[in-house]
T-cell receptor, first 116, second 114 residues
Framework: AQTVTQSQPEMSVQEAETVTLSCTYDTSESDYYLFWYKQPPSRQMILVIRQEAYKQQNATENRFSVNFQKAAKSFSLKISDSQLGDAAMYFCAYRSETSGTYKYIFGTGTRLKVLA | NAGVTQTPKFRVLKTGQSMTLLCAQDMNHEYMYWYRQDPGMGLRLIHYSVGEGTTAKGEVPDGYNVSRLKKQNFLLGLESAAPSQTSVYFC?????????????FGPGTRLLVL
């Protein structure tokens, strides 16, 4: 069974600085999606970035980028020029493309604090 | 276009009571999911559906039942609520196996079982 591990329960970053959130996963499959979701205090889950496993190029969305290391099964999120609005829980998630189960597996989350 | 909506937003139940949470989406999505979120445990999948009339068990299905009689609605039922079911419940939907796969989430339902 697939697993997703976020080993950093909490991280802090100074405003305007860069922070990297870690995520590792375990799977025997070759085709899958990986995601980072943001959950602010409002509780609304917001997609930050998505990576298809077959794409070697790391996904980027404005100040958010990932470092996808398929062989190492690592999927870290880098937030550049951190803003106060980035403070939230961040969840890493995995979805299989080959098992046919259509299930998402989430990590336990990393709480990001942004210091003014 | 309301996206994914959940009813109710908050509910208090006594142990043994029953209730139904409603999830509705207006994006014509095929797949719908129910998750629960507990502190330190992330989101755990309760049940999901890959189309109208279909349901399947997720990671933590015990104590819950679901139905998807209409494509746009996914109901989560608690037949006999227990304090262990105190949680925040999220519904999500997605088109399924296409490119640009994304889950869209509802705002959550906070349930307290006394």
């Amino acid at each position: 069974a697939q697993t997703v591990t976020q080993s950093q329960p909490e991280m802090s970053v100074q405003e305007a600085e860069t922070v990297t959130l870690s995520c590792t996963y375990d799977t025997s499959e070759s085709d899958y999606y990986l995601f980072w979701y943001k959950q602010p205090p409002s509780r609304q889950m917001i997609l930050v970035i998505r990576q298809e496993a077959y794409k070697q190029q790391n996904a980027t969305e404005n100040r958010f980028s990932v470092n996808f290391q398929k062989a190492a099964k690592s999927f870290s999120l880098k937030i550049s020029d951190s803003q106060l609005g980035d403070a939230a829980m961040y969840f890493c998630a995995y979805r299989s493309e080959t098992s046919g189960t259509y299930k998402y597996i989430f990590g336990t989350g990393t709480r990001l604090k942004v210091l003014a | 276009n309301a996206g994914v909506t959940q009813t109710p937003k908050f509910r208090v139940l006594k142990t043994g009571q029953s209730m139904t949470l409603l999830c509705a989406q207006d994006m014509n999505h095929e797949y719908m999911y129910w998750y629960r979120q507990d502190p330190g445990m992330g989101l755990r999948l309760i049940h999901y559906s890959v189309g109208e009339g279909t349901t399947a068990k997720g990671e933590v299905p015990d104590g819950y039942n679901v139905s998807r009689l209409k494509k746009q609605n996914f109901l989560l039922g608690l037949e006999s609520a227990a304090p262990s079911q105190t949680s925040v419940y999220f519904c999500a939907s997605t088109w399924g196996q296409v490119t640009e796969e994304t889950q869209y989430f509802g705002p959550g339902t906070r349930l307290l079982v006394l």
